[in-house]
């Protein structure tokens, strides 16, 4: 997958969103449109979403964390494996309560399967007590080609007492021989039938980098794909084969220009320590926009992120944001903290911060939240807090909500730069009580499977059970073949920078992908050899999952990466 920042170690990056639109209006062909006109017209897309936002506002790229939460069962489904290996949810029935024992319907869900376990069908409908009939409100239809890539993504909503389902959106996806996204097309529904809008096209050099993005949309009356613009990237690379410069340039089919650039600087350790972000201006050239500054720890994970602001009056360099990031022994996230740089009074302010403590499991104990800050003690103020209980077999077995609460009296403070909006805080975070709001409690049959959500409200009095969520399961299904631990080899193992990979006896095609123990997607590949080498140089040092997946089976081994 295309990085949308140099740290992608952490995939820990989140943009100020695209306004998305359902129709793309676009110029006519003959129409002047600049990139920035082009961007505004380029609708929301899951998979592009990312490359556009960096296109957009680099500049204003700011991360927040992604945390692995627990497994949380719920009846919002959206494809997943998870329900396929022991049995499959057929159905879940939501009950509200209005006293302790008495409830009436409220929502139904149903789900279906392929013969792999896939999610293909979620349907959801609302009960109407006066009628007393199901009606419809949403439906995903979802299908996956061989290797199990998402191909379908479906979406319809209810038109209400027909049971009817109305279409609404619909992407469509193909993949290279690699497993990167070849193209992801558009459609809508027009009344009648589903209707192409837009295509995107990528295309990847042999490193398996993005080098074009092609934006096309449906001509309806001649039936064709019209180009409207593209985006080409250029690298250049060091001797190592790090990436020390990316260029984009844009065209809208009649003249292509310089749009956007990237430069990286490495560490002695291999890690990027600076990025640099300049936009091309027609008369000055590059004209440098805004630079992340990176640091790490020991185990190469990544412990602090300074943001700068390039002043073209001055030529100087100027504060933005800087994010403070901890792990504990075991290598799993404890906070992550964000600080605006205010340059009246020349100090970092805190926006906000997440603490999180976890198990030597890495199960996730107790999340807290912070939300502004105290400038009487110069800290965060707490804001809310989850605290999460296991069984013994791992499985979530409640889930607790709290807020914070002041017991002091707020008082009026400003910000420092901008005196004319004032915020009220409390003169010290240790005026904060946590009260309880929310409580879910998770129940299991004798197999493992979830058989109950039961979520309770606090009413300031007592605990209120507000719903209960009953889930069904069809008949047991086998888990997916396991390879034997003798039929595959990965060596060597620790390893440092690279890994050599043999498939089972006549296999020459498998997808690998490589998880940190949180569960996050380091890496991802399609092998088409039965012996292949997998470059890790750009993977920090630790331990990790590899998941191997072949079509007689699938496996997972520990990898140490030194």
Do not use: C
Not at 56 to 75: F, V
Not at 337 to 350: L, N, R
Not at 426 to 440: K, L
């Amino acid at each position: 997958m295309y990085k949308l920042l140099p740290v992608i170690l952490l995939a820990l990056t989140i943009a100020r969103p695209i306004v998305a639109q359902s129709r793309v209006q676009p110029l006519p062909p003959n129409g002047e449109r600049s990139a920035a006109s082009t961007l505004a017209l380029l609708p929301e897309s899951p998979h592009a979403k990312p490359i556009l936002q960096k296109l957009q506002h680099p500049q204003e790229t700011r991360r927040t964390p992604q945390r692995t939460q627990p497994t949380l069962p719920h009846t919002h489904s959206r494809p997943t494996h998870a329900l396929a290996a022991a049995a499959r949810t057929d159905s879940a029935l939501t009950y509200s309560f209005y006293s302790s024992t008495d409830s009436v319907l409220s929502s139904k869900e149903i789900f279906a399967y392929d013969a792999r376990g896939y999610l293909i069908l979620d349907e959801f409908y609302n009960w109407d007590p006066y009628s007393e009939v199901w009606v419809a409100y949403y439906k995903y239809e979802y299908d996956y080609d061989d290797w199990g890539r998402l191909t379908l993504d479906a979406y319809y909503t209810g038109s209400g007492y027909d049971d009817q389902w109305i279409g609404y959106t619909r992407y469509e996806y193909t993949y290279t021989a690699l497993g990167q996204t070849a193209t992801e097309t558009y459609s809508y529904w027009d009344g009648t039938a589903w209707a192409p809008n837009y295509r995107y096209d990528y295309t990847y050099n042999d490193a398996g980098q993005l080098t074009l993005l092609e934006y096309s949309f449906w001509d309806s009356y001649d039936s064709e794909w019209l180009d409207y613009a593209y985006y080409r990237w250029e690298y250049t690379t060091n001797a190592l084969g790090q990436d020390t410069l990316e260029t984009i340039y844009y065209s809208d089919y009649y003249s292509e220009t310089p749009y956007s650039q990237y430069a990286y600087a490495y560490n002695d350790r291999g890690l990027v320590s600076v990025m640099t972000y300049a936009s091309w201006d027609y008369f000055a050239g590059w004209m440098p926009q805004s630079k992340e500054e990176y640091a790490y720890n020991e185990a190469g994970a990544l412990t602090l992120i300074v943001a700068s602001l390039f002043d073209t009056m001055t030529s100087k360099w100027y504060y933005y944001y800087k994010d403070e990031i901890t792990y504990d022994a075991w290598g799993y996230l404890t906070s992550w903290a964000d600080y605006s740089w205010y340059t009246t009074t020349g100090e970092w302010i805190g926006q906000w911060k997440y603490e999180w403590v976890n198990a030597p499991t890495g199960q996730l104990l107790v999340q807290t939240f912070y939300y502004g800050w105290d400038y009487a003690t110069t800290s965060f103020v707490p804001y809310s807090r989850e605290v999460y209980t296991y069984q013994a077999d791992g499985q979530i077995a409640s889930y607790m909500v709290y807020a914070a609460l002041s017991t002091d009296t707020p008082t009026t403070a400003h910000l420092p730069a901008s005196p004319s909006s004032p915020v009220l805080r409390a003169t010290s975070a240790a005026d904060y009580q946590w009260v309880e709001q929310e409580r879910y409690e998770y129940l299991y049959n004798p197999l493992g499977n979830l058989l109950y959500i039961n979520y309770y409200y606090w009413d300031g009095y007592q605990w209120f059970l507000y719903s209960r969520t009953r889930y069904y399961y069809g008949t047991p299904t086998a888990a997916p073949s396991l390879l034997a631990a003798d039929t595959w080899r990965l060596y060597p193992n620790p390893t440092r920078g690279q890994v050599s990979l043999t498939l089972p006896t006549g296999t020459h095609e498998a997808r690998v992908r490589l998880f940190t123990l949180t569960g996050m997607l380091m890496q991802e590949t399609t092998l088409q050899a039965h012996e292949s080498q997998l470059l890790l140089h750009t993977v920090p040092a630790g331990i990790y999952l590899l998941e191997l997946q072949t079509p007689q089976g699938r496996a997972t081994r520990k990898l140490v990466v030194e």
